[in-house]
């Protein structure tokens, strides 16, 4: 197999390489869509076929600023590397001295042998708030670290004062000044804090689990998050060195240690990504096989599915997933921390709704402005209604093609799933959205039977 790799080296080079495979070609450019460009969809086709399910994003994300912990390498495998916000990421961390390798066969090196900035920039972090989560790395590591305020963005305010006031609880310093996070930790070092949540937060917690791993003493997260991605990354840094007890509990415990060292780990399947293509089934109706993932970090979105009428089982690594004749029934969820339904999910299993028998109610608690597909769907001949947090989608006979308008990732995803089942041509703006979070997305649905493309804007 031909294998490509780009590489992102910090400004001020250093002689390694974060890929010795001389085989390997640079990959020139990085930019997968533009903001002009537009995703084709004509509608009606049931799916049938295999799909692959690609490495969890927001589980890649954080492995990939644990690197910055330790001097050596560490090696990620199972690596959604054609997603736009991995690149986005590789970038900041490369700015702040780390020398990243993506592979195009889904293998990444990280090697941030020495921390040559502690700066990242707005024109960075505005791209992708992820990159919030450099803050705990770089305080810990280096005692110093500065990290532009990622400021709102489309799902609502989406503040970072717990991952700021956590940091504070470890002994950091820290000031808000010209739009950035500037904190220091006094003799360099952080100390170990017991936190309490006052709600659960997925990107507190491990900025605050990364920051504890080399902090001096205990430090205990009370009302911690407890989803798989984060299991998954307490399971790098345990493989690292450090020490962590409690993952998947609302209580975890990190006992500091003195220093981090390289591993190499297969990040955990995609299961938004799985769950997105659950429920395109659900509307188009039809088969599919998603290979290599699971059912079991998915309950909480496979019981209403179940409950709607749809057919979903493990078969060793892939999941077969089914809806043949009937229409699905209306079902009722609320959006929650895990081991609740995902908030990523919610947009997707509305769009499924929209075509159900009866109604079905979405409640959404985890982001205040998460509703912003509803106009858009309601273009395309939905009916649905809000009342504050909550969402009445009674189902309708049929959705019909139009042009519509991505706001963020999972909003950009729930449109092509009502194009996949519209009658005639939907038109989907500003894709970009799109190319943050799902791999080959067009290639996937083509495979399976879907008309879709992308157009030049
Ligand atoms: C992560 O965001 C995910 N992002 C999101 O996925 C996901 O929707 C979210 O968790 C909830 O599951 C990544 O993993 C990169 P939070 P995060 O901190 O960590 C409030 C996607 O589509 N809050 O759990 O930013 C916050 O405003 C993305 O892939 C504070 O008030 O989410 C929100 O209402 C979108 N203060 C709630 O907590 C804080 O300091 C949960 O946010 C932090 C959060």
Redesign the pocket.
């Known amino acids: 197999m031909s294998v490509t790799v780009q590489k992102f080296m910090p400004p001020q080079n250093s002689n390694q390489d974060p890929d010795q495979n001389s085989d390997v070609e640079i990959i020139k450019s990085n930019v997968q869509s533009s903001t002009l460009e537009k995703m084709r969809v004509v509608g009606g086709n049931a799916l049938k076929g295999n799909i692959k399910i690609s490495g969890a994003?927001?589980a890649t994300?954080?492995h990939m600023c644990a690197a910055l912990l330790t001097e050596d390498p560490v090696t990620l495998e199972n690596m959604p590397v054609g997603l736009q916000?991995v690149r986005t990421l590789a970038e900041v961390l490369s700015h702040l001295g780390t020398m990243v390798g993506l592979r195009s066969d889904g293998v990444a090196t990280l090697h941030a042998e020495a921390i040559t900035s502690h700066t990242a920039p707005y024109d960075l972090v505005r791209k992708m708030?992820?990159s919030v989560?450099v803050l705990g790395p770089l305080l810990a590591r280096h005692g110093v670290a500065q990290v532009s305020l990622p400021g709102g963005c489309a799902?609502?305010?989406?503040?970072?004062?717990?991952?700021?006031k956590g940091l504070q609880a470890m002994g950091a310093e820290i000031e808000l000044e010209d739009g950035y996070v500037k904190a220091v930790a006094p003799q360099g070092k952080l100390k170990g804090a017991e936190i309490t949540f006052p709600?659960?937060?997925?990107?507190?917690t491990?900025n605050l689990m990364m920051a504890a791993t080399l902090a001096k003493g205990t430090t205990i997260l009370k009302n911690a998050?407890r989803?798989p991605?984060i299991v998954d990354q307490g399971k790098v840094l345990i493989k690292m060195g450090a020490k962590i007890e409690g993952l998947g509990t609302p209580t975890i415990t990190i006992e500091g240690v003195d220093k981090l060292h390289g591993t190499t780990h297969s990040i955990l399947p995609d299961r938004?990504e799985t769950g997105t293509y659950m429920c395109a089934v659900g509307l188009c109706g039809g088969e599919l096989r998603l290979q290599n993932t699971r059912t079991d970090f998915l309950s909480a979105l496979i019981s209403p599915l179940h409950e709607a009428g749809m057919d979903i089982k493990q078969e060793g690594d892939d999941v077969i997933v089914r809806r043949n004749g009937a229409k699905l029934k209306g079902v009722d969820i609320m959006t929650e921390?895990?081991p609740g339904f995902?908030?990523?999910l919610q947009a997707q299993f509305m769009t499924m709704l929209t075509l159900c028998e009866g109604a079905g109610m979405i409640c959404e608690t985890?982001?205040?402005n998460r509703f912003m597909h509803v106009p858009e769907l309601c273009r395309m001949g939905a009916d649905i209604s809000i009342r504050g947090n909550s969402a009445i989608i009674r189902g309708v006979e049929k959705l019909k093609g139009a042009e519509v308008m991505a706001t963020?990732?999972?909003a950009s995803v729930a449109l092509v799933l009502a194009g996949l089942v519209a009658e005639g041509e939907t038109v989907i703006n500003r894709i970009y959205h799109l190319d943050r979070?799902y791999e080959n997305i067009v290639e996937k649905l083509t495979n399976v039977g879907a008309q879709i493309e992308r157009v030049k804007g």
């Open positions: 994003k927001n994300l954080k916000d708030r992820a989560l799902l609502g305010a989406r503040p970072i004062d717990l991952h700021i709600l659960v937060s997925v990107g507190a491990e998050a989803e991605e938004i921390a895990y995902a908030t990523d985890i982001f205040e963020d990732l999972r979070g």
